[in-house]
């Protein structure tokens, strides 16, 4: 009789492992934002290069993603996602010891951020595209793209709360242990890899080119939803901690629980409830009325003088940003089925490009009007206090992201509608792909 240990792994197997490839990835891209108040205090690290850390992880992700745009529907997944796994440990091994061996602190910080943000964009290339190939009906792709997503937020919620209850109990001067602490996750993914079953890419006789795909007007529209859902989302979840602390006058362990520890709770609720109910939900319109309510929640979070209604704002950003990315991944998957891998890289390089430029500029915004005479310093004198660190000025401009969406969103609604009417013909027809052997 075999063992119950030697029998073949099946897709459950796989999709579980693709849970926790994105719980990887909240690990990469959140536990950095919360050590910021550390950096600063122990290495001198100003607001603006606070913000330039983010640029590069996501910068480094959207070169990632640029790169995979070639290879990967060529090679597979395995590769590429054992790999991922394997840098994400490696740079979150480098995040604990580099600063202390690098010629600065800052340098050390950087080079750990590179090795685990290429990791971190092979993770957004890959994952989402193996399980939009898993066998399951056309009609809950959307919701099983958003179910996955939403393991994102549990992993970042995880990371705030563990992260948080490990410095409120050593203080600062042990926050070295926590990444060895968090790249256990990866390691053990890195193992999951090797073995689970995973889907063929689509073939390249089959796969619509890339060049159809940017001359499609609906998919020019995604790229641009999907680099505002990606500023959106990442510019209140990086910088809401320290605007708690700094602006709100909030504790670290509170202000990391409120901020953004609630907002990853209200991001995965959102994203489990479209996950089981969103066969029966319209998408364009949700998205329309998501972004409108993340424009509101920037708003009420940089002009309210209560720091406990701009915590709930920045909390409730989350539940308003929860459909944002994955419901782009499936409008271009339900409108272009044929994209393949390729169309998620470049899908993922926009949403890269929008979280490493939204907080970069709301970092940058929120210097100079911390130092300006001018209009900029005005608008911050004119705004409830914020300690003078200028980032209610830099959010209140990022309010921008999720008002630019809600146009998008609004103008797919109507291509859709073309695209919809008698005697239009479809860009793409789905076919069937096979398992990888």
């Not at 910021?36 to 959207?62: A, C, H, K, W």
């Not at 939900?281 to 329309?288: G, K, N």
């Not at 309010?399 to 919809?420: E, I």
């Amino acid at each position: 009789m075999r063992r119950r240990a030697d029998r073949p792994l099946t897709y459950t197997s796989t999709r579980r492992a693709c849970y926790t490839g994105f719980v990887t990835q909240a690990i990469v891209n959140n536990l950095a934002p919360l050590l910021f108040i550390v950096f600063q205090t122990s290495y001198d690290v100003p607001v603006e290069m606070l913000g330039r850390l983010v640029l590069l992880n996501f910068g480094v992700q959207l070169l990632t993603d640029l790169a995979a745009v070639r290879f990967a529907d060529r090679i597979g997944y395995r590769i590429p996602l054992v790999l991922a796994h394997a840098l994400a440990v490696l740079g979150l091994v480098l995040l604990s010891v580099a600063p202390g061996i690098a010629p600065t602190p800052y340098i050390g910080l950087c080079v750990a951020v590179v090795v685990y943000a290429i990791g971190g964009g092979l993770l957004e290339v890959m994952i989402s595209p193996v399980v939009d190939a898993l066998p399951s009906p056309q009609e809950g792709k959307a919701a099983a793209m958003s179910l996955l997503h939403s393991f994102y937020c549990w992993g970042q919620v995880a990371v705030v709360g563990g992260t948080t209850a490990v410095l409120a109990m050593t203080g600062f001067g042990s926050w070295q242990v926590l990444p060895l602490i968090w790249a256990v996750v990866p390691a053990i993914n890195f193992v999951m890899f090797l073995r689970v079953p995973l889907p063929a890419t689509v073939p390249e006789e089959h796969r619509m080119s890339l060049r159809s795909l940017f001359g499609a007007p609906a998919f020019v529209c995604a790229l641009v939803l999907m680099m505002t859902a990606g500023a959106a989302e990442l510019t209140m979840s990086q910088w809401s901690s320290f605007f708690a602390e700094t602006s709100l006058g909030v504790t670290k362990a509170w202000g990391d629980l409120a901020g953004p520890g609630l907002f990853a709770v209200l991001m995965g609720i959102g994203r489990i409830v479209y996950g089981l109910w969103g066969a029966r939900i319209p998408l364009a319109p949700t998205m329309i009325g998501a972004g409108s309510l993340s424009v509101v929640c920037y708003l009420v979070a940089t002009l309210s003088p209560n720091a406990v209604v701009s915590l709930a704002a920045c909390a409730l950003c989350g539940l308003a940003v929860s459909i944002m990315w994955p419901g782009t991944f499936s409008l271009a998957a339900a409108r272009f089925p044929l994209g393949g891998a390729a169309m998620f890289a470049v899908l993922a390089v926009m949403g890269d490009l929008g979280g490493a430029v939204g907080p970069w500029l709301t970092g940058a915004v929120a210097d100079l009007s911390a130092t300006s005479t001018g209009m900029l310093g005005s608008l911050a004198g004119a705004l409830p206090g914020d300690g003078g660190s200028g980032l209610r000025v830099g959010l209140l401009g990022a309010a921008v992201f999720p008002l630019v969406l809600v146009v998008c969103a609004a103008v797919w609604a109507v291509l859709a509608r073309r695209a919809a009417a008698p005697g239009v013909e479809p860009d793409a027809d789905r076919v069937a792909v096979a398992p990888e052997h």
